[in-house]
């Protein structure tokens, strides 16, 4: 156990936008752990700043802020070379599942409910430090295991992998760390093994359930994954990139009714990004051949983000698909408005006249897009079919 000297020592930052809860955790920190270098601030946005100016040995932060939440703030230090290692202990207003293990995707170090006594917060503070400055020897080789992977040195990272699991036989992730290492070197059917056995040890493990749906799409056999994919949504439902790889599979399965329900679920849960969500899935319907379907999230998009000429291109295409050609060039002069140099727009211009049957048109376009590109080779073929045909 970390003794309160040590603690007397730690630079903390603390995170939350109510200045009550700022002045009582000091106050915990100060009054219990003797803690004296302590800095507050307001929102995750100014404490990002902050942790970028100097450094710290803790972080307490709240999850509910504006501008930057908690959960976001986490997501940027954990992507951050110089601060993925900073300890971090979130502060939540209610227990909730979905919301911790959301947090515990993003590797977040514990959290504490409020409200919150000076017991309860000064041992998850002491749980926090101790995990990071006395690790245990079963973390210290799975930590060296994730190093040598790293770096590519398989036969490093497995004796690693295997002194962790001879020290704690029954970690799940002895066997995922094992795993990721067989799945590096392409012995799969290895990897599977050792995943499916942490999952059997740890059912809710998501970072396994997660690596098995990987290993099977490596395998050739993405189906397999589907199981896998669906229980880590069902453990953590807000993460939207697994929801929306979901939807995709069962979209690819033939169930619209149940993709369609996914995606809606998507749309809702994402808070930020909105534009990026809606244009990630539109293009997944448009994919799938679900063309007012992607038009509806396309023309949301262009609401939310008019001066994105991508948008106005998928709209086009989604349009042109429905054989809405009107609707279809009215968005292409949108993109073409602001970007009046895309050699793709124009050939997708072309496209439309030649369903339309209006040649010259078209050719007039499959010319603009090679006066652009003059590499262009499907409008270069297109182009000479036309001319051919004359």
């Known amino acids: 156990m970390i003794s309160r000297d040590s603690l007397k020592g730690l630079k903390i930052l603390v995170v939350d936008d109510q200045s009550s809860i700022r002045r009582t955790i000091r106050n915990i920190l100060r009054h219990e752990g003797g803690c004296l270098d302590i800095k507050e601030a307001e929102d995750g946005e100014k404490a990002l700043a902050m942790l970028r100016q100097e450094s ?48 515990a995707e993003t590797s977040v170090d514990s959290y504490v409910v409020k409200p919150f006594g000076p017991k309860t917060l000064m041992d998850k503070v002491n749980q926090v430090v101790n995990r990071k400055k006395l690790p245990t020897q079963t973390d210290v080789s799975l930590n060296l295991a994730m190093a040598y992977l790293d770096s590519g040195e398989y036969d490093k990272a497995m004796d690693q992998a295997q002194a962790a699991a001879r020290l704690d036989p029954g970690s799940p992730r002895t066997f995922y760390t094992a795993g990721l290492i067989f799945a590096a070197k392409g012995e799969y059917h290895k990897a599977e093994k050792v995943l499916l ?172 897009a090679l006066k652009i590109n003059p590499d262009f080779t499907e409008a270069r073929e297109v182009l000479e079919q036309l001319n051919r045909k004359r």
């Not at 932060?61 to 230090?77: A, E, K, S, T, V």
């Not at 951050?80 to 300890?87: E, F, G, N, T, V």
């Not at 408005?337 to 030649?354: F, K, Q």
Request: net charge neutral; aromatic share 8%; proline share 3%.
């Open 56 to 103: 710290f040995d803790l972080i307490i932060c709240d999850w509910n802020m504006p501008r930057l939440n908690g959960l976001d703030l986490l997501r940027l230090i954990r992507d951050d070379d110089r601060l993925k290692s900073l300890p971090f202990l979130m502060v939540t207003g209610e227990a909730d599942e979905a919301i911790m293990a959301e947090a």
């Open 197 to 368: 056995k942490a999952l059997e040890i740890s059912p809710r493990f998501v970072r396994a359930l997660d690596r098995l749906v990987k290993l099977y799409e490596q395998m050739g056999t993405p189906e397999k994954g589907l199981v896998h994919l669906e229980t880590a949504t069902e453990i953590s439902p807000r993460n939207v990139d697994r929801q929306i790889k979901l939807g995709e599979m069962v979209l690819s399965q033939g169930d619209q009714d149940k993709a369609k329900q996914i995606f809606s679920f998507v749309q809702r849960i994402s808070d930020q990004n909105t534009v990026q969500v809606s244009k990630r899935i539109g293009n997944i319907y448009l994919n799938n051949k679900m063309y007012g379907e992607a038009a509806v999230l396309f023309e949301k998009s262009a609401a939310l983000s008019p001066k994105d000429a991508h948008v106005y291109n998928c709209l086009g295409i989604s349009y042109r698909k429905s054989k809405r050609y009107d609707d279809a060039l009215a968005n292409y002069q949108k993109a073409l408005n602001l970007t009046p140099e895309d050699e793709v727009i124009y050939y997708n211009i072309g496209r439309i006249y030649l369903e339309m049957g209006n040649k010259q048109s078209a050719t007039d376009s499959f010319q603009k």
